[in-house]
DNA sequence: GTCAATAATTTTTTT
DNA sequence: AATTATTGAC
């Protein structure tokens, strides 16, 4: 174990009081960079090395499953000895962890299916139709949006506020799909969270288990909990009162799922006796990069404000890059990016949307330059992987009417819609799940006898694998369940290569299967499952590797890179325009903006283009509103080759030599200019034909 | 019930 | 541009 002195001495000395308070609630209020997170590792480590605190009781709560993973790291190399017991995870897994244990009390069995947003998509689809509900009139993706938000808030179908026709039908759904989910024994994202403040504040019992066993509650990134985690850190609490969070209100920039920043606001009115540390000094980025980013984010209000300071030098302007084009956007960054000559895994590349990373991948793959892409379409997300899924889903709980629909008829068994329909109005006439429905085929009537053998065959796949779930480990049942329903062998009949790649993405699951048996304590497929449903992109993104890392700025939330791109800075993009209306969202995007800058340890590029394909078609884009907020001298200005000119630049037409501009006019893609050349006549072009470059420094003339 | 052609829709961020 | 939903032929 490390000893106190030592431990203590890598820390200043607000954070040393921060860490070693004795009792009671504590906020650390900090800016980026202050060390925040390192405080939580160290307390952790301060309280079990040396407090005397068994590790059993204590709760930590992380952002993503990768930082509780880095943190158990961090706090494993201060300790020595054993901290399994340590709780330390999302919201959402400790969530899983608890309700598996006691999710009885409000109505759900230990072998619960978690839900993604794709199945509670098409559990909505279904209700919708039997309720006979237009998907034109009533799209399924504003009323999962609705129905999410009001969980987050703690509002149920019964509280929801009815104030016209559209929101009567959304309580409608919002109601048959709760009793769907109960029905299907699952819960989605939402109701992890939801069903453990039920659990909480409805079982007395419980809660005293809970709260008695965590003595100590820590969370990071306290900025962006909802009202669900906001109720259940004040239930967990509510015995010792040892919670310890750290935060800091211009990081909030979860509010689009719930996340409400007056949690850590109103932190000091919930807890009077509260000890709040703030931390100023940042140890992270370079001086100009700190005060390009505190400029920004000063122009919002409301804030707890802090001015962070640094003993690091004041390191290189920011180079703001102007590019014509995505396209040329990619090139421009490639480029600074080979002239740095740094290692690959120093840089990372942001962007506000998914869809940006497509030209810069594929200009990387150009240039030969190795990336990894965090995001975007997810490996669990292919079909293949998710069918493979939900047939171990349907062995662990077979109501799962959901995952049943997706893999009765894949592969294809011959089973369609009229069957499937069949089968589910037998089940409800007797009241029982669609997957007893299929065991008790042979009672239907009217199924013609090639359905019933192709059924029969499910049945049988399915049961033998319920028969051997507590003894085979999660990889081995899964590997049987693919044998015995033929799923790579239907691919192989394919002999595409499109089937190729999905036989190669089950392989890559069942070896997922193998590594996690390898971790994990528990090896069965439940397990496994759990982490499946709460595995995110950036779960799997390995820091390490030599390559550039290309992320979205949500992503990239924590983490820190000797350099860092900010891609697409354009009003629309970022700030995105569905931000336009609301100055509180407007707000989000600045801190989003404010986010992206202070993960840059030495130096930040900024990047923008004149034109950007959207929806098929070429769009003309301006920079964003918020490099203005920057002050100009800490900027450099790099002009792309295909650059845009400015009245008075000196240029070079291919034919008539060396010119000075001395009128621009018209606009996106008709931009005309009228040019003085060094032969003294003048000459109106336009742009997009006439192939101008800058000229060089030797080329000036007066 | 299956498959292919056509039409519609999509881009905000994610535990 | 590309993915997804719908329609219609077999
Ligand atoms: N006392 C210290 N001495 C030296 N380095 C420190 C100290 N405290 C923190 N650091 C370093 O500063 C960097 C930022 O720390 P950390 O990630 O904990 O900050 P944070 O406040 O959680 O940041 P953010 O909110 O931006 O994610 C890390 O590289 C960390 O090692």
Known sequence: MKELQKLLADLNPEQRVAVTWPEGPVLILAGAGSGKTRVLAYRIAYLIGHKGV??????????????????AQRVQNLLEGEMKPL?????HSACVRILRRDGEYVGYARNFSIFDETDSLSILKEIMKELKLSEREYNPKAIRSRISGAKNALVGPEGYPVSNRYTEQVVRVYAAYNARLRQYNGLDFDDLLLKVVELLSGYENVKDIYSDRFRHILVDEYQDTNRAQYLIVQLLSSKHRNIFVVGDDDQSIYGFRGADINNILDFEKDFPDVKTVRLEQNYRSTRLILNAASSVVRNNVGRMGKELWTENEEGEKLVLIEAADEEDEAMMICENLFRSGRNLRDFVILYRTNAQSRPIEETMRRAGLPYIVVGGMRFYERKEVKDIIAYMRLVVNPKDSVSL????????????????GRLERFAGEQGISLYESILRIEEIEEIQERYMNALRGFRNVIEKAKASVDELGAAELMSQMIDDV??????EQERTREAGSRIENVRELLSSAVSYEERATDRSIRGFLTEVSLFTAIDGWNEKQEAVTLMTVHNAKGLEFPVVFISGLEDGLFPHSSSFESPSELEEERRLFYVSMTRAKEKVYLSHARERTRFGGPMPSFPSRFLKEIPEDL???????????????????PDWGVAKVLRLEGDGDDVRAVLRFEAGFEKLVMLKYAGLTRASKEDQWG
């Open 87 to 91: 709780w330390l995870g999302t919201f």
């Open 486 to 491: 033929g799923y790579i062998r239907e691919l």
């Open 635 to 653: 900027i450099d200005t790099e002009k792309s080759k295909f650059s845009q000119f400015d009245v008075g630049d000196i240029v070079r037409h």
């Open 405 to 420: 629909k997706r893999i009765v008829n894949s592969p294809k068994r011959g089973i369609g819609p009229a069957v499937v």
């Open 54 to 71: 068994k590790p059993q009781n204590v709760l930590a709560v992380t952002f993503t499953n990768k930082a509780a993973e880095e943190m």
